[in-house]
């Protein structure tokens, strides 16, 4: 009996450990990189530290030239790993970062770093503008865009399926910062810009992009059952979502006579209302994250 008890009571601390973050007041956050007072020629900074144990995201800080008087805060961000490449002109910069969890957090832990003009573009990276990272689009069309690399002439662009090393679908030499792609086949795609001055060129840099133009599979009604009856109370309606490569939203709908009386952006794959007597067309509409939408075939319900 005296086993038994000791071994519930270990189960119970551990879901409670589980259910309770934990106290991270006593660590520190150990920046990596830039290192304290470090100068940097390029004009994207790549700052790295350390994961804190028990943390669910990071404070990070840049200002200029310190936060005691400060002339401009560069950022303020919230990031959930303890990484993040920031563009920064030449000057000189003070950047911090603290870890915290819903229940506590370290102090802030501060270095200082000075961004120097280059001497040439072999050190710059182009700053991407649009599409965004990762973004997923369902046009046929979409217009890249970055910022100038200074001192480039002109900029390679590249679109690839896949990754980096992907087959190429399009490259082009593009004096301005921006270029308008046609007729983009769906799927996983990377593009990347590249300055080019003379014998010399900068980084590339790349961007993931995703098009999607297939509908999801249409969602399926469950419950209550097509021309049912149900009592005037609370009905629940259930249904199966639609189907689709990406995340899926559903929207739930209620017609009476052609009109939405009901318009219900779903938490989940179930609804529950009070309509009142009367006979009622309900549906449902399955979104991707591109914007393609795929409905339900309709079930009439009647309340008596």
């Known amino acids: 009996m005296r086993t038994t008890l000791l071994f519930c009571l270990a189960l119970l601390l551990t879901a409670c450990d589980d259910l309770i973050e934990r106290d991270i007041d006593g660590y520190g956050v150990v920046l990596l990189t830039p290192l304290d007072g470090q100068e940097i020629r390029s004009n994207v900074v790549a700052f790295r530290w350390e994961e804190v144990p028990y943390a669910s995201e990071y404070v990070f800080q840049v200002a200029s030239p310190n936060f005691s008087s400060p002339v401009d805060?560069?950022?303020?961000?919230?990031?959930?790993?303890?990484?993040?490449?920031?563009?920064?002109?030449?000057?000189?910069?003070?950047?911090?970062?603290?870890?915290?969890?819903?229940?506590?957090?370290?102090?802030?832990?501060?270095?200082?770093?000075?961004?120097l003009q280059s001497d040439s573009i072999?050190?710059?990276?182009?700053?991407?503008?649009?599409?965004?990272?990762a973004q997923v689009l369902s046009t046929t069309s979409v217009l890249f865009q970055w910022q100038a690399v200074q001192g480039a002439e002109d900029h390679r662009f590249e679109l690839r399926q896949g990754g980096q090393t992907g087959p190429l679908i399009n490259a082009q030499l593009i004096s301005g910062?921006?270029?308008?792609?046609?007729?983009?086949?769906?799927?996983?795609?990377?593009?990347?810009?590249?300055?080019?001055?003379?014998?010399?060129?900068?980084?590339?840099?790349?961007?993931?992009?995703?098009?999607?133009?297939?509908?999801?599979?249409?969602?399926?009604?469950?419950?209550?059952?097509?021309?049912?009856?149900?009592?005037?109370?609370?009905?629940?309606?259930?249904?199966?979502?639609?189907?689709?490569l990406s995340t899926t939203t559903d929207s739930f709908f209620v017609m009476d006579d052609d009109v939405v009386i009901r318009?219900?952006?779903?938490?989940?794959?179930?609804?529950?209302?009070?309509?009142?007597?009367?006979?009622?067309?309900?549906?449902?509409?399955?979104?991707?994250?591109?914007?393609?939408?795929?409905?339900?075939?309709?079930?009439?319900?009647?309340v008596q």
């Open 73 to 115: 805060i560069v950022t303020d961000s919230l990031v959930t790993v303890p990484r993040i490449d920031l563009p920064l002109a030449p000057g000189t910069y003070t950047w911090r970062v603290k870890a915290r969890n819903t229940n506590s957090g370290t102090g802030y832990y501060t270095r200082q770093l000075t961004v």
């Open 122 to 133: 072999d050190d710059l990276t182009p700053i991407l503008v649009a599409p965004g990272q």
């Open 263 to 302: 318009s219900i952006l779903a938490s989940g794959t179930s609804y529950a209302d009070s309509l009142g007597s009367g006979t009622y067309q309900w549906f449902v509409r399955t979104r991707d994250v591109a914007g393609n939408t795929t409905g339900s075939t309709p079930r009439t319900l009647t």
């Open 177 to 244: 910062t921006e270029v308008t792609i046609n007729d983009i086949p769906e799927g996983a795609l990377t593009w990347g810009v590249q300055g080019q001055s003379g014998g010399s060129s900068s980084q590339f840099n790349y961007r993931s992009l995703h098009i999607d133009r297939t509908a999801p599979a249409a969602p399926v009604l469950l419950a209550p059952n097509a021309n049912a009856s149900v009592p005037n109370s609370t009905t629940t309606f259930t249904w199966q979502s639609g189907t689709d």
